[in-house]
C-alpha cells in the first residue's frame, strides 16, 4: 500500500509538471509570440532554435490576407537569412520601390531563395523538419537532404543570376524579369516578343513553346517546376506537345522541392545516375534536362522562402481550418514572387486575372477548357495579389482588353 502510494504521488506530480511545461509553451507562442527557443532534439545535442541560421524577427501578414489575429505556431514565421539580393545597382529596383507601398511590412530583404551546399548541415536539418511538404524537411531524411544539397556547390547555385557581362561598359544594371505562366490569356496575345526581349525568361510546368512562340516567345532561362508537376504535366499535356521541359543552352532548371522526390532526382541528374528509389525509381534525368547535367545548370528553392510566400503574400482562410496541410502557393505563385525578389523589374504574363473566364485553362489547350479551382492552391487570392501588386507598381501584369 506504501509503494502504490508512492507511485501515485508520483504520477501526480508528473501530471502537474506536464500541465506547466504545456502552459508555458501556450503562453510562449501566444498573440504572435515566435522567439526561438532550445529544446533537446532527437537527432542529438542540445538544439539552439535561433543558431540554425540567423533568425527575423516576424511582421504581421498583410492586411485582411491574414484572417486570424495570429500565425498559428506550425506555420513558422521564422526564417534564415540570405544577403545575396540586397545590393542592387539598379536605382529603380523592386527592393528600392517596396519601401513606399503596403508591402513593406511583410518583404523581407534578406529572406533566402535559394538552398545550396551551405545549407546541408545538421543544425539546419533539425531547424526545417519541424516542417512539412515544401516548407520545410519534415518527410525527407537527412542522408537524402545532404547528399543532393552537398552537391550544388557551385558559385551559380547560390544565387539567381550570372554577373552581368558588359555591367561596366554601360549595359543597365537592371535585371528585366519575364515570369510566363501558362494561362488562357495568353493565346493570341502576340506577347512572344516583348517576353523574349527581357534579361530572363522564367516559365513553369508545361511550358510549351513550339509553334506557339508568337504568343509566348521562345527562349527559357529558367524552368521552375516540382517533380511532381512536371510529371503530372508530361503526362496531362503530352498530347498538346509537350514530351519534356524546355533543354536549351540557356535554360537552367529550378526545382521546387515538395517532397523526397525532388531531392532524389536531383541527386540522380548530379551523379548521372538513374533515380534509385522512390515512384520514379529508374527515372534517368537525362529524359527531363539534357545530356549537360553539370551543377551549374540547376538550382533549388529554399524551403524557408516557400513557407515565406504562403505565411505573409499568400496566407489562405485554409490554413485555419483542419485541412491547413493540403495548402501551398501554386508552383507559378513561388516563381513569380521569387522572381520579385531577385529581379528589379518584372512582367508576368499568363497569370489569372479578374476576367480568366474569358479564357481558357492553358494558352496550349486545343479545345476551350474552364479554369478549375482546387483546395490545395487558392487561385483566387493568388489573382488578388497580383492585382495589387501591379497596382502598387511592383510588376506589370500583362492583361487583356
Known amino acids: 500500500m506504501v509503494r502504490l502510494r508512492s507511485w501515485t504521488l508520483r504520477w501526480a506530480l508528473l501530471g502537474a509538471g506536464t500541465l506547466v511545461l504545456l502552459y508555458q509553451a501556450r503562453t510562449h507562442y501566444s498573440r504572435g509570440s515566435f522567439q526561438s527557443f532550445s529544446y533537446r532534439d532527437p537527432l542529438g545535442a542540445r538544439q539552439p532554435g535561433a543558431r540554425a541560421m540567423t533568425a527575423q524577427a516576424p511582421v504581421t501578414p498583410l492586411g485582411s490576407r491574414a484572417p486570424s489575429a495570429t500565425l498559428q505556431p506550425f506555420l513558422g514565421d521564422l526564417y534564415g537569412r540570405d544577403e545575396t539580393y540586397p545590393n542592387s545597382r539598379c536605382p529603380s529596383s523592386i527592393r528600392k520601390r517596396i519601401a513606399s507601398t503596403k508591402f513593406s511590412s511583410v518583404f523581407l530583404e534578406a529572406i533566402p531563395v535559394l538552398q545550396w551546399a551551405r545549407h546541408a548541415r545538421l543544425a539546419e536539418y533539425r531547424r526545417l523538419r519541424s516542417y512539412g511538404g515544401a516548407h520545410g524537411w519534415q518527410e525527407v531524411g537527412w542522408p537524402v537532404v545532404r547528399d543532393a544539397l552537398t552537391r550544388l556547390n557551385t ?40 517576353i523574349d526581349r527581357h534579361d530572363y525568361v522564367f516559365r513553369v510546368n508545361g511550358a ?75 527515372a534517368r534525368p537525362e529524359r527531363y534536362f539534357g545530356n549537360d547535367l553539370r551543377a551549374e545548370k ?95 507598381r511592383l510588376l506589370t501584369l500583362h492583361m487583356r482588353g
Open 155 to 194: 558559385s551559380a547555385n547560390e544565387r539567381m543570376f550570372d554577373a552581368r557581362p558588359g555591367a561596366a561598359a554601360g549595359v543597365s544594371p537592371c535585371v528585366r524579369c519575364a515570369v510566363v505562366g501558362n494561362g488562357g490569356i495568353l493565346n493570341g496575345s502576340r506577347a512572344g516578343a516583348a
Open 208 to 282: 510549351l513553346t513550339k509553334g506557339l512562340e508568337r504568343d509566348v516567345g521562345r527562349r527559357t532561362s529558367f524552368y521552375v517546376f516540382s517533380t511532381n508537376t512536371m510529371m503530372n504535366s508530361l503526362h496531362n499535356y503530352a498530347s498538346n506537345g509537350f514530351r519534356q521541359p524546355p533543354q536549351t543552352l540557356e535554360t537552367k532548371y529550378i526545382f521546387l522541392p515538395d517532397h523526397d522526390r525532388d531531392y532524389l532526382l536531383l541527386r540522380a541528374a548530379l551523379t548521372h545516375r538513374p533515380v534509385d528509389r522512390g515512384p520514379d525509381e529508374g
Open 298 to 392: 540547376f538550382k533549388m528553392f529554399h524551403p524557408d522562402f516557400i513557407r515565406y510566400v504562403r505565411n505573409r503574400f499568400l496566407r489562405s482562410g485554409i490554413l485555419d481550418t483542419p485541412q491547413w496541410r493540403l495548402y501551398r502557393p501554386s508552383t507559378g505563385a513561388v516563381m513569380l514572387l521569387a522572381a520579385l525578389h531577385t529581379c528589379d523589374e518584372v512582367s508576368a504574363y499568363g497569370f489569372i486575372t479578374p476576367d480568366y473566364q474569358a479564357y481558357s485553362d492553358h494558352y496550349f489547350d486545343l479545345t476551350h477548357k474552364a479554369l478549375v479551382f482546387y483546395a490545395n492552391h487558392d487561385l483566387q487570392l493568388e489573382m488578388s495579389l497580383w492585382q495589387e501588386l501591379h497596382q502598387s
